[in-house]
């Protein structure tokens, strides 16, 4: 049986495309610089912030990242301020968290958006007490695929790998729940379409939140 859901945020739970690119484009515009679309963004996220300003950088014509610092400063100060703009749950997500929380399943939420604003965005969309545990990206601790703070979430609950199970909505994601041997779940409705996430070696998509809680309930093994 599995004792713990850890989930991705950005795709996952919740649709922040908006945040993103709003906050991406202000920060072109403060250095000048034309902006992205939001197709360009969807594909850039999922490696963390640093990832997303070089390849925007270089989508907007700055292949060396001359800008790349005065970028990074400008965007964690725009994103910090916008990081709930318009953001909303996926449909059934708030459904589903609270059916596992009634279940006892101990839940957490692993992003590779900076931590204090993956904290703030939890808390603002799902409020306080749903989340066992919310990491986003910390000073110290390997960035997903590495699956050393997925493991520690794990470790944290006293559940083993193959009671832990893995939601997320990327390749990213894909690689970190292998990587930490658990059993991993893509959703459809994210930032990657089913044929991207097929592409990736995905054998376990759905279209639902109902089937995520199928799967929860039905336990297993990875």
Same mark, same amino acid.
């Given at each position: 049986?599995y004792?713990?859901?850890?989930?991705?945020?950005?795709?996952?739970?919740?649709?922040?495309?908006?945040?993103?690119?709003?906050?991406?484009?202000e920060t072109?515009?403060?250095?000048g610089l034309?902006?992205?679309?939001t197709?360009?963004?969807?594909?850039?996220v999922g490696?963390?912030a640093?990832?997303l #300003?070089?390849?925007t950088l270089r989508?907007?014509?700055?292949?060396n990242?001359?800008h790349?610092?005065?970028a990074?400063?400008?965007?964690?100060?725009?994103?910090d301020?916008?990081?709930?703009?318009?953001?909303?749950?996926?449909g059934?997500?708030t459904?589903l968290l609270?059916?596992l929380?009634a279940?006892g399943?101990?839940? %957490?939420v692993?992003?590779n958006k900076?931590?204090r604003?993956a904290?703030h965005?939890v808390?603002e969309?799902?409020?306080?007490?749903v989340?066992?545990r919310?990491?986003g990206?910390?000073e110290?601790?390997?960035r997903?695929p590495?699956?050393?703070?997925?493991l520690?979430i794990a470790?944290?609950f006293g559940?083993?790998p193959e009671?832990?199970?893995?939601?997320?909505?990327?390749?990213?994601?894909?690689?970190t729940?292998r %990587?930490?041997?658990?059993?991993t779940?893509l959703?459809s409705?994210?930032?990657r379409d089913r044929?991207?996430?097929r592409?990736?070696g995905?054998?376990l998509i759905v279209?639902s939140?109902?089937?995520?809680?199928e #799967?929860?309930?039905?336990g297993?093994?990875a």
């Amino acid at each position: 049986m599995y004792k713990a859901c850890i989930f991705d945020l950005d795709g996952t739970l919740t649709d922040t495309l908006d945040s993103l690119v709003y906050s991406v484009n202000e920060t072109m515009k403060e250095l000048g610089l034309p902006g992205i679309t939001t197709e360009q963004c969807r594909q850039f996220v999922g490696n963390g912030a640093k990832v997303l #300003i070089e390849k925007t950088l270089r989508a907007c014509g700055d292949e060396n990242l001359e800008h790349y610092e005065q970028a990074m400063s400008a965007y964690l100060r725009i994103f910090d301020e916008n990081c709930t703009y318009h953001v909303i749950p996926y449909g059934g997500v708030t459904g589903l968290l609270e059916d596992l929380k009634a279940g006892g399943m101990r839940l %957490a939420v692993l992003s590779n958006k900076p931590d204090r604003q993956a904290v703030h965005v939890v808390r603002e969309i799902f409020g306080e007490g749903v989340f066992d545990r919310v990491y986003g990206q910390r000073e110290g601790v390997p960035r997903k695929p590495d699956p050393a703070a997925v493991l520690q979430i794990a470790s944290e609950f006293g559940a083993a790998p193959e009671e832990t199970l893995y939601i997320g909505d990327s390749e990213v994601d894909l690689a970190t729940g292998r %990587a930490a041997g658990m059993k991993t779940v893509l959703v459809s409705w994210g930032f990657r379409d089913r044929e991207d996430l097929r592409s990736a070696g995905a054998d376990l998509i759905v279209d639902s939140a109902d089937e995520i809680l199928e #799967i929860a309930e039905g336990g297993g093994c990875a």
